[in-house]
């Protein structure tokens, strides 16, 4: 295989020119709300790759980094979200991406109603970003980091630029076994986002590594291809710059969420097993506490403080246990429900 970045920019930059040019399904997977596409312009929505939709909640006035942010469609959609007073930088490697992506503010920023842009897009690695440290409340990304061959230091960066209680959300290709170094040296089948993805234990290690020690998954789907054996799935994760445990453990606390954030009136999602209804309170472990009170949820949450350590919360899989919602004036005891 030759360099992999060399690789990957001529692939996105000349051989693929529009989504239907890529071969397998794993790229080409996203699933993004409508109302979030109306006002993109044509030349972006053709150029529209990724395997989900990175798109979080509450981004109102927030700084947002999309870490290969190609022609500029995730980045529009933040643009939309984060509103006037907010910013969205797009780092990307590739020239033809990024000729696409500049040409295309101006006429973005009318269709917004904006007097400034507020986003702006710059050439660099993902492995080396040309962001400040600690800027970015929110770090997004769309099917990239499989395709980087140095996934520790990508997920360095993203700790680096994201400030205190800060969030990275992504999509990406996972692997259900470690990849061969035969498959992961044919161009193709690591420029579709199959062979360069991370074993999902191995990547797992990696964030950890990187100081983001419990990493939820919000969204999981299987692609559809299969590699000699090797499945693949679509993941949505996030995860914070929080000092956070690596296990869930148990202070009796509980989080009531108040409906606040927009297009999430009557419940919140925060991963595939934490679903806050408004206005019922839900025990939580504490690593799930700082998650909503340490970060920019922390508005629309009202938590309690820990008690007393009662030892591991309930980590039992979702599908084995009943997460139900417990009054305000919750009793401490042994049958607290799982985190993670």
């Known amino acids: 295989m030759q360099d992999v970045k060399e690789s990957v920019s001529q692939y996105y930059g000349q051989d693929?020119?529009?989504?239907?040019?890529?071969?397998?399904?794993?790229?080409?997977?996203?699933?993004?709300?409508?109302?979030?596409?109306?006002?993109?312009?044509?030349e972006v929505l053709q150029r529209r790759y990724g395997c989900g939709s990175p798109i979080p909640e509450a981004l109102d006035g927030r700084t947002v980094v999309?870490?290969?942010?190609?022609?500029?469609?995730?980045?529009?959609?933040?643009?939309?979200?984060?509103?006037?007073?907010?910013?969205?930088?797009?780092v990307d490697m590739t020239d033809?991406?990024?000729?696409?992506?500049?040409?295309?503010?101006?006429?973005?920023?009318?269709?917004?109603?904006?007097?400034?842009?507020?986003?702006?897009?710059?050439?660099?690695?993902?492995?080396?970003?040309?962001?400040?440290?600690?800027?970015?409340?929110?770090?997004?990304?769309?099917?990239?980091?499989?395709l980087s061959d140095d996934k520790e230091a990508v997920f360095?960066?993203?700790?680096?630029?994201?400030?205190?209680?800060?969030?990275?959300y992504i999509s990406d290709i996972v692997a259900d076994r470690r990849i061969p170094a035969r498959l992961q040296a044919d161009d193709l089948l690591w420029n579709e986002c199959l062979t360069g993805a991370a074993y999902t234990e191995d990547l797992r290690r990696i964030m950890k590594r990187a100081g983001f020690s419990d990493v939820r998954t919000v969204t999981s789907a299987p692609t559809g291809d299969v590699i000699e054996g090797i499945r693949f799935r679509s993941v949505i994760l996030r995860g914070f710059k929080l000092e956070l445990e690596d296990r869930c453990e148990d202070y009796g606390q509980v989080a009531v969420y108040g409906g606040t954030i927009a297009g999430c009136e009557e419940a919140f999602v925060l991963d595939d097993h934490h679903r806050f209804v408004a206005g019922e309170a839900v025990r939580v472990c504490r690593n799930t506490a700082q998650m909503l009170s340490q970060s920019r949820f922390a508005e629309h949450f009202q938590v309690s403080q820990?008690?007393?350590?009662?030892?591991?919360?309930?980590?039992a899989p979702a599908d084995d246990r009943q997460q139900e919602p417990v009054p305000s004036r919750v009793e401490v005891d042994d049958t607290s429900v799982g985190c993670c």
């Open 96 to 146: 033809e991406q990024l000729e696409i992506a500049e040409r295309n503010i101006e006429p973005h920023m009318e269709r917004f109603g904006y007097v400034e842009p507020n986003v702006e897009f710059r050439k660099g690695m993902i492995e080396e970003m040309p962001v400040a440290d600690g800027v970015a409340d929110v770090v997004i990304s769309n099917c990239v980091i499989n």
């Open 306 to 315: 820990p008690l007393s350590h009662l030892g591991l919360f309930d980590c």
């Open 156 to 168: 360095s960066e993203i700790w680096r630029v994201l400030a205190d209680g800060g969030e990275f």
């Open 66 to 90: 999309d870490l290969g942010s190609g022609a500029g469609a995730d980045c529009f959609i933040a643009s939309q979200l984060v509103g006037q007073q907010g910013r969205v930088v797009g």
């Open 16 to 42: 693929v020119e529009k989504t239907e040019d890529l071969q397998f399904n794993a790229c080409c997977v996203a699933d993004y709300d409508a109302a979030h596409l109306e006002k993109l312009s044509d």
